[in-house]
Each structure stands twice: as C-alpha cells, then as structure tokens.
C-alpha cells in the first residue's frame, strides 16, 4: 500500500498541472478553490456575487475560508535551511536571498519586520499544540554552478539536485528540523517555470534521494518572465494602466524571487509533508496560507491592488525591514489569529 502511494505521488509530480506551485498574482490561482478565484477576480470594495463582502477589509474573509487542519506535524523543531544555489549565481543576487531568510528570526531591524511576517506563520500548531518555530537559521550552502543535472529540470530532477548534494556530502540529512532550499539561477529552465509556476514544495521521494525530506524549489525569473513571477516589479502586458513598482533591492528577478521564496516557506513550515494545514479536500492541489493571500502586501490588497506600502527616498517598494539595512517586498499570510490574510506593515 504505501509504495502504491509513493508510485502515485511520483506520477502526480510527472503531471503538467502544477503541485503546491506559487506564482505571485496575477497569474496565481490555477488549480485553487473556487473562492480563491472569485476573491482575487473582484475589486477593492467591490460587491463580488456574494461569494465575498464588500468589508474595507478586503484582503480575507473569514467567512468563507474553511483552512483546516489534517493532523500531520509543522515545522515545530528550530528550523535548519539548506540552500542549493543551483546553476551560476553571482554574489550580488544571492546576497538579498540569503539575507531574507537570515531576517525571519532577527528581532534587531526596526517594525515592520520580517521577523514579525514570520511571526504569523508561528502561529500555526500541530496536534500536540507545537507551534511552527520562531528559530530559523541558514545551516549550510551548496553551490553547483555548473549545473550537473542540466539547465533544464524536471520537478523529479530537482529532487535528484538535492540527492545529488547530499550524497557528496555538501548537505547533511537533517531530519525533523532540515528543509532544502534549490534556488535556480538565471537561464535554468524548471518543469512549468514561467507557465504555470514560480516556485513549489513538497516532499523528497525515499525511492529518489533516500530520505523523505520537505523541500522548495524557486527560479530567478528575471530573464525569463518578469511579468508572471516577479509581479509586482513587473507587470503584464493585459494589466492595462498598472505600473510596475521599483524593486528594493535593484533585481527584479531577486526581488521577485524573496516573495516567492517567503510564500513556499510559509507553506513548508505549516503544510511540510502536505497533511497539516490547508483549505481544500484535494491533498494533491491544496489551498494554503500564502495561496489565501497572493497579491496582498498591504492593507487594503486584493484584485490587482497591492495594497498600501512604503516607498523609500529613491522610490523603491517595500513593506518589511530586514537585516544589513535590507528592505523586502513580501505577500502577506493568512492568519489563523485574525481569519484574514496578515502582514505587520498592516494598518489596522
């Protein structure tokens, strides 16, 4: 029986429909539940069918959204990230990456803080009442600018990076507090990279790499499509009138690449081996707590709107703080606290 379902879950990653796959709005919402269309299809303010109220507080209903809980375990355990910088990665791009993750558990830059984006994500527990942990460290890098497995991979190849580094030793096995980062550099091409994701996570087959371990894969989509999966530092061609909004940190694809990267670690960390928190009655294409919130930075988001954020002296969008005197663009997550998608830059 379980190796029926392990055969299974490999032919379901061999599938073209995206698995627990991010793409920052507008081009997110393929696969999710019906709400999920009809929440990010209306406008600020507008009435939408009644499937939503026109409450000012746009960005959640906590009507409507049916996030359960399936009893498996979050990442409860202080929390090790392994990187994989897979293809070449010029010092400069990887810098702002790697300062994100070093800002989740960084009580030192001023509010609105990454520390207190994270901080919402902490706040989902699993059946013995262990919250998601506060703790989150960058254990260990890997770099593999030549690109062994190719500069096009299946979503089954990206497991095999991962094999492949631990199996030289560049990685630990870390289980119960290990989750494995594969950051794609510029021109690597991924199984559905600019089609229909920016970005997924799961988990590790035994068969494959030789352990079950919660992984996420996300591209650099800077050369390859800005305008789907570094939205809002680009913007599509059919959003007619919307402007696109001068990244933080100078690199569309990089900046892009945090808010992906922010949402498929959210998600890791409450949904790790996809039986813990999500809306949806389909395992196999669940609605979590950053898929609730696509397209929401701010008070006020939704429906093509960002929502309220800050901009700094040169005109740069922000809405978190970071460490090194970093600044983030990053989508907010849905609360269990509030039943509405949450950010620290709110204003209520």
């Not at 706040?123 to 942990?133: E, I, M, P, R």
Request: charged share 15%; hydrophobic share 40%.
């Amino acid at each position: 029986m379980l190796c029926n379902l392990s055969f299974l879950l490999q032919l379901l990653l061999l599938l073209p429909t995206p698995l627990l796959a991010a793409s920052p709005f507008p081009h997110g919402g393929e696969g999710k539940a019906d709400l999920e269309v009809a929440r990010m299809s209306s406008k600020p303010g507008e009435d939408s069918g009644g499937l939503l109220s026109s409450s000012k507080r746009y960005e959640g209903s906590s009507d409507l959204v049916h996030l359960r809980y399936h009893m498996g375990p979050v990442l409860s355990s202080p929390i090790n990230l392994y990187l994989i910088w897979y293809g070449p990665w010029p010092a400069a791009l990887q810098a702002p990456l790697r300062d994100f993750l070093l800002s989740l558990s960084d009580p030192a830059p001023p509010p609105p803080s990454a520390a207190q984006w994270w901080s919402t994500v902490a706040l989902y527990s699993d059946q013995t009442g262990a919250n998601v942990s506060r703790r989150v460290a960058v254990a260990a890098e890997a770099h593999l600018p030549g690109l062994p497995r190719g500069a096009s991979l299946s979503r089954l190849a990206v497991q095999l990076v991962i094999a492949d580094a631990l199996a030289a030793g560049s990685l630990p096995v870390d289980h119960g507090r290990g989750a494995y980062l594969v950051l794609t550099a510029p021109g690597v091409t991924v199984q559905d990279f600019c089609r229909a994701a920016c970005g997924f996570h799961y988990f590790t087959f035994a068969s494959l790499v030789g352990h079950t371990l919660p992984y996420a894969w996300v591209g650099h989509s800077g050369v390859q499509c800005p305008d789907l999966c570094a939205y809002p530092f680009a913007v599509p061609t059919y959003m007619a009138g919307v402007g696109a909004m001068r990244p933080p940190n100078g690199d569309v694809g990089v900046d892009g690449m945090v808010s992906v990267l922010a949402h498929e670690l959210a998600e890791l960390a409450t949904n790790p081996l996809i039986n813990a928190w999500y809306a949806g009655e389909d395992p196999t294409a669940p609605t979590e707590i950053a898929d609730l919130c696509e397209g929401v930075y701010g008070s006020g988001g939704g429906g093509g709107y960002t929502g309220q954020v800050t901009k700094d002296e040169l005109g740069r969008s922000y809405n978190l703080n970071g460490r090194n005197g970093r600044r983030f663009l990053v989508q907010w997550v849905w609360s269990p606290a509030v039943k509405a998608c949450r950010g620290p830059n709110a204003l209520d």
